[in-house]
């Protein structure tokens, strides 16, 4: 099986293009990257340098078509720019074919607060592109900017961030709005926000038939959730947390959920494998310092 990764490449962080290459090379699938960006080291450090790539996105569409390759599933990631999301689009179009899987993660913000990249041209892009997807993985602030634009004031920004782990000055200084902001951090904390929780899943799919697993969502204590809604069902994945956030979880998640399915799991148990592992992979960190990630390296021969 062949997959087609776009996404940025970070020296530092344990993330992004990392991240899927060592996932799903050893879920026995071969990986072909599309850096959209390469970087010194993710955008929750302090200082960093990213060179653009993005003409890599067009090159690699034209390459490809050119040999006549084709993939059994796509994975698209952080989009630099509102321009970057639109050659993805196009790329994802040319390779999307019947039976292959799509798996888009709408990076866009955490915690209530919108990356830098973000507007409100960024959010219609990533919209179109979201709509192509088998499944996407929104952290439950992107669920909010997808389920609608009423939901999505923009505020004033700090360093785009790639994942929804990142440190604190990857965020944006405001809200992107009073409510996705409570909504955001108040998480699973009781029924009646669970089923709010929901309903803005499933508004933020584009057809009944899309598949949204909202990732990291909060609960009581160190209570963790993932929510998968597939079809008419839908179901809480609980899972425990040790009090902290961690850069590339977030793409290891869709890496590991991507593999899964490509493997012959069934959602829920593909999103329960993914979580699984995540949760021994941060069991086996080390470092307090969130910027350089989890461990996973430790724990990849489980998989």
């Given at each position: 099986m062949?997959v087609?990764?776009?996404n940025d490449?970070?020296?530092f962080?344990?993330?992004?293009l990392l991240?899927?290459i060592?996932?799903l090379s050893s879920?026995?699938i071969e990986v072909?990257?599309?850096?959209?960006?390469?970087?010194t080291?993710?955008?929750?450090?302090?200082?960093?340098?990213?060179?653009?790539?993005?003409?890599?996105?067009?090159?690699?569409?034209?390459?490809?078509s050119?040999?006549?390759?084709?993939?059994?599933?796509v994975?698209t990631?952080y989009?630099?720019s509102?321009?970057m999301a639109?050659?993805?689009?196009?790329f994802v179009?040319?390779?999307n074919?019947?039976?292959?899987?799509?798996l888009?993660?709408?990076v866009?913000?955490?915690?209530g607060?919108?990356?830098?990249?973000?507007?409100?041209?960024?959010?219609?892009?990533i919209?179109?592109?979201?709509?192509?997807?088998?499944?996407?993985?929104?952290n439950?602030?992107e669920?909010?900017?997808?389920?609608?634009a009423?939901?999505?004031?923009?505020?004033s920004?700090?360093p785009?961030?790639e994942?929804?782990?990142?440190?604190?000055?990857?965020?944006?200084?405001?809200?992107a709005?009073?409510e996705?902001?409570?909504?955001?951090l108040?998480?699973?904390?009781?029924e009646?926000?669970?089923?709010?929780?929901?309903e803005?899943?499933?508004?933020?799919?584009?057809?009944?038939?899309?598949?949204?697993?909202?990732?990291?969502?909060?609960?009581?204590g160190?209570?963790?959730?993932n929510l998968?809604v597939?079809?008419?069902?839908y179901?809480?994945i609980?899972g425990k947390?040790?009090g902290?956030?961690y850069?590339?979880t977030g793409?290891?998640?869709?890496?590991l959920?991507?593999?899964?399915?490509?493997?012959?799991l069934?959602i829920?148990d593909?999103?329960?494998?993914?979580?699984?592992?995540?949760?021994?992979?941060?069991a086996?960190?080390?470092s307090?310092?969130?910027?350089?990630?989890?461990?996973?390296?430790?724990?990849?021969?489980?998989?």
């Open positions: 062949r087609a990764a776009v490449l970070s020296g962080g344990k993330c992004s991240a899927d060592s996932v879920m026995g072909c990257p599309v850096p959209t960006a390469v970087l080291a993710q955008t929750g450090f302090s200082s960093y340098y990213m060179h653009d790539t993005g003409d890599m996105v067009q090159h690699s569409k034209e390459e490809w050119k040999m006549g390759v084709t993939f059994d599933g994975l990631g989009m630099p509102e321009e639109g050659s993805v689009l196009d179009n040319t390779f074919r019947e039976g292959a899987v799509l888009v993660d709408p866009m913000g955490d915690g607060k919108c990356y830098s990249n973000y507007s409100d041209a960024m959010l219609a892009k919209k179109d592109l979201a709509a192509t997807a088998d499944i996407i993985t929104p439950l602030t669920a909010c900017l997808l389920a609608g009423e939901l999505a004031a923009t505020g920004k700090a785009a961030g994942s929804a782990e990142g440190a604190s000055d990857t965020f944006a200084s405001d809200v709005s009073d996705i902001a409570e909504i955001a108040k998480g699973a904390a009781s009646a926000d669970r089923d709010r929780i929901v803005i899943a499933r508004r933020a799919r584009a057809h009944a038939e899309q598949t949204v697993v909202v990732t990291g969502i909060p609960g009581e160190d209570e963790l959730y998968v597939y079809g008419d069902k179901e809480y609980c947390t040790n902290r956030s850069s590339g793409d290891l998640f869709a890496a959920l991507l593999g899964n399915i490509l493997n012959g069934e829920v593909a999103v329960k494998a993914a979580s699984s592992f995540i949760c021994e992979a941060i086996a960190t080390t307090d310092d969130r910027n350089y990630g989890v461990d996973f390296e430790k724990v990849l021969r489980r998989i």
